[in-house]
């Protein structure tokens, strides 16, 4: 086959929209071509009149195996991009009593054996059954604590790793996407806009992309990244599931502030509870990504500045207010064409379900393989993956929504959330948790392995609300004392060694001025 032969064969997979969301796909995807030898040309087409509003955004630990996965180095990764470190989730004022409390993303449960005849979270179990706060047991609540690094200064000046867990981090996102860009080597970078799309007359499928001032782009298949704009899936029969009855806020506020020059980065995304919804904080190394998201049929957008400028005790330059619509598209993929991130779905962004959706969705095409995909024969694959996403994404909502269980009655959008607003699936789940113990079984297996909310995420947010019990997870040792004197042995024993290992790690700061 000659050269010519060969580019003709080719199938063609535009990227509509860079950003995060845009560039990690078609990373992911030049990847999986290259491993499976499919013939394809990656290309991602950036419109240069889109501006980038958010202030910071935070992943969860899969996009930290994914970049590894990719190649790419930590240390340049963080230098570029201006990234920090983020080991979970400061929740401040979710509670009825005010309290606050740590959501760590290890799991020390994934450490060693589990005892015969204990669940997989035996250890969360032991520590709840004992009256302890489960957050104690996870190496990220203590370098959460102390604004640590995940990393230790050895005497010669090297450094090593303190955690045998992924974390996450949180980075400005249009810095991000300017770095991911300088390392797409091989995918074309076309920055242009789409106007329009040219479909099968049969199949509805999209055959060209029409420019603005540029000849037209023949496709195989489109991968919509185009955010709430939805530029691609939006001309399609994708539908759309609306959960503005279970998350209210509609409402998001964004702003910068500057770190406190007193105290350590935080390695934690802050999310403080407020009158009408949460602040968030997402600390990149120069500075705070912050916003108010909020219910605006119980805060007026003056209302909700000048309740944070109250909370701040400073005033506060609001870049503009975002109108959301949480929810998700009935069907992410139609056709040729795939949504994938805030062109697919949105939630807000308690836990950075966004980004971490936008890499499991491009994992699963990866799995699907690129020659199913590509061939147009595929109604019984893309009917699954449809059922897949939409049950990834509504999972995340049910989580998020558990969150506001902590039984605030102190204004009118708690008392409401507190009187009607949980689902049925949360109350029933409360229901049950009330009398038995959190387990993996709990929860329905998701699809191929990848990283989804059960109980090991469940765990701490439940506990921190106050929300678990002793007895059921005191009965599950009641049996085996040698279980129970092994689950507190093990507990202490980890917890002293995760304190150990936090104080032995570098500073957040201290880290990123070596």
């Known amino acids: 086959m000659t050269q010519t032969d060969k580019t003709q064969a080719q199938k063609h997979i535009a990227i ?15 990847k999986s071509a290259e491993q499976s030898g ?3 040309r990656l290309s991602v087409i950036e419109s240069p009149n889109i501006p980038t509003v958010g202030v910071g955004e935070g992943s969860t630990s899969i996009f930290r195996q994914v970049l590894l996965d990719l190649g790419f180095d930590e240390a340049e990764f963080l230098r570029e991009t201006g990234a920090t470190f983020k080991f979970g989730i400061h929740h401040e004022g979710w509670r009825k009593d005010g309290g606050s409390y740590f959501g760590p993303i290890d799991d020390p449960n994934a450490l060693g054996p589990v005892p015969d005849g204990l669940p997989s979270n035996w250890l969360h179990q032991a520590r709840i059954g004992a009256g302890k706060d489960v957050a104690a047991t996870h190496l990220f609540t203590w370098l959460m604590r102390g604004r640590k690094s995940p990393y230790a ?30 390392k797409a080597q091989g995918i074309d970078h076309i920055r242009g806009e789409v106007a329009g799309v040219q479909r099968d007359a049969q199949t509805g499928d999209i055959t060209s992309l029409q420019m603005q001032d540029m000849p037209d782009i023949p496709v195989d298949l489109v991968i919509d990244c185009t955010g ?30 500057d770190h406190d020059p007193k105290k350590d980065i935080a390695p934690y995304t802050q999310a403080k509870a ?13 500075r705070m ?9 119980h ?22 207010v975002l109108s959301i619509a949480p ?3 009935n069907a992410a993929w139609v056709g040729n064409c795939i949504a994938i991130g805030l062109a697919q779905s949105f939630l807000e962004p308690l836990e950075a379900t966004s980004i971490h959706g936008s890499l499991v969705q491009a994992l699963m095409i990866s799995r699907i393989g690129l020659d199913k995909v590509l061939t147009g024969d595929v109604a019984a694959v893309r009917a699954g993956y449809n059922a897949t996403v939409a049950r990834q994404v509504d999972d995340f909502a049910q989580f998020i929504n558990l969150h506001y269980a902590g039984g605030r009655e102190d204004t009118e959008f708690w008392r409401a959330m507190t009187a009607t607003g949980l689902t049925a699936q949360t109350q029933d789940r409360l229901q049950r948790w009330s009398k038995q113990p959190v387990l993996r079984s709990d929860f329905t297996p998701f699809p191929g392995g990848l990283a989804h909310v059960e109980e090991q995420l469940y765990t701490p947010v439940l506990d921190g609300l106050g929300l678990l019990p002793q007895a059921p997870a005191k009965r599950l040792f009641d049996a085996s004392p040698k279980s129970r004197a092994l689950a507190r042995k093990t507990t202490e024993k980890l917890t002293a060694e995760f304190k150990t290992a936090a104080r032995s790690a570098i500073g957040h700061r201290a880290f990123f001025d070596l």
């Open 16 to 30: 509509v929209g860079g950003g995060t969301a845009g560039w990690l796909t078609a990373l992911v995807l030049q």
């Open 228 to 257: 709430f704009r939805r530029a691609l899936i939006g001309q399609l029969e994708a539908g759309w599931v609306s959960y503005g009855d279970i998350l209210p806020l509609n409402k998001a506020m964004p702003f910068w502030l």
């Open 289 to 297: 990504g912050c916003g108010y998201v909020f219910s605006d049929a």
């Open 274 to 286: 407020l009158g009408a919804g949460w602040m968030w904080g997402i600390p990149v190394q120069d």
């Open 327 to 329: 929810g998700r598209l």
């Open 153 to 182: 200064c050895k005497k010669n000046g090297d450094l090593i790793a303190v955690s045998p867990f992924h974390y996450a981090y949180h980075f400005d996102q249009s810095r991000l996407g300017r770095y991911l860009a300088s």
């Open 38 to 40: 499919v013939p394809a």
């Open 299 to 320: 805060c007026s957008e003056d209302q909700a500045q000048q309740e944070v400028e109250a909370t701040l005790r400073q005033p506060i330059e609001v870049r503009r």
